[in-house]
T-cell receptor, first 110, second 115 residues
Framework: GQSLEQPSEVTAVEGAIVQINCTYQ??????LSWYQQHDGGAPTFLSY????GLEETGRFSSFLSRSDSYGYLLLQELQMKDSASYFC???????????FGSGTQLTVLP | DAGITQSPRHKVTETGTPVTLRCHQT?????MYWYRQDPGHGLRLIHY???????DKGEVSDGYSVSRSKTEDFLLTLESATSSQTSVYFC??????????????FGPGTRLTVT
């Protein structure tokens, strides 16, 4: 089976840096995705790492270590609007269907 | 934003009644997916489609069926709704054919309450 573990909650203050970790156990692995979801909204794609290393997109970066079955999402210069749930996910199978972690609720305090 | 709509957006139904949720896309993407989201469980895959009339089961498919007669529409049917199927349902689409870059686009969701 597949499992992805991530912390359930993280709290940080505006302007700070926060890291959300994800460890995975999957039969077969192609890459690690991150999605953001605001309350009442739909998940939206943030990043995808197929190779080891750091991918940077503006204030957000994502890291993958395949040998450690581990990845993280790094959010810099936190803003109030970053308060949301963040999900790691892996695409598996012939239709690239996603298996998600349970999500991390990020609260940004003023 | 990817052109994905879901209907209805909200529905309340009684136990034992059939319910059909519709997902419509204007992107002509090959792959379509239905997920449900419940507190503490993240998103879980119900069924998916890899082409017209080509569908398969996901992690939590019991009690659900799907159909895809056109590229743009993917229907999810609860044959006889139960209270355990109260959830938020998301449709997603993808055209990614490799694992080098992979992204799914999600619809706005349908909130279903079974009383």
């Amino acid at each position: 089976g597949q499992s992805l573990e991530q912390p359930s909650e993280v709290t940080a203050v505006e302007g700070a840096i926060v890291q959300i970790n994800c460890t995975y156990q999957t039969s077969g692995f192609y890459g690690l995705s991150w999605y953001q979801q605001h309350d009442g909204g739909a998940p939206t794609f943030l990043s995808y790492n197929a190779l080891d290393g750091l991918e940077e997109t503006g204030r957000f970066s994502s890291f993958l270590s395949r040998s450690d079955s581990y990845g993280y999402l790094l959010l810099q210069e936190l803003q109030m609007k970053d308060s949301a749930s963040y999900f790691c996910a892996v695409p598996l199978g012939s239709a690239r269907q996603l298996t998600f972690g349970s999500g991390t609720q990020l609260t940004v305090l003023p | 934003d990817a052109g994905i709509t879901q209907s209805p957006r909200h529905k309340v139904t009684e136990t034992g009644t059939p319910v059909t949720l519709r997902c419509h896309q204007t992107e002509n993407h090959r792959y379509m997916y239905w997920y449900r989201q419940d507190p503490g469980h993240g998103l879980r895959l119900i069924h998916y489609s890899y082409g017209v009339k080509d569908t398969d089961k996901g992690e939590v498919s019991d009690g659900y069926s799907v159909s895809r007669s056109k590229t743009e529409d993917f229907l999810l049917t609860l044959e006889s709704a139960t209270s355990s199927q109260t959830s938020v349902y998301f449709c997603a689409i993808s055209e990614s054919t490799t694992f080098q870059g992979y992204e799914q686009y999600f619809g706005p969701g349908t909130r279903l309450t079974v009383t």
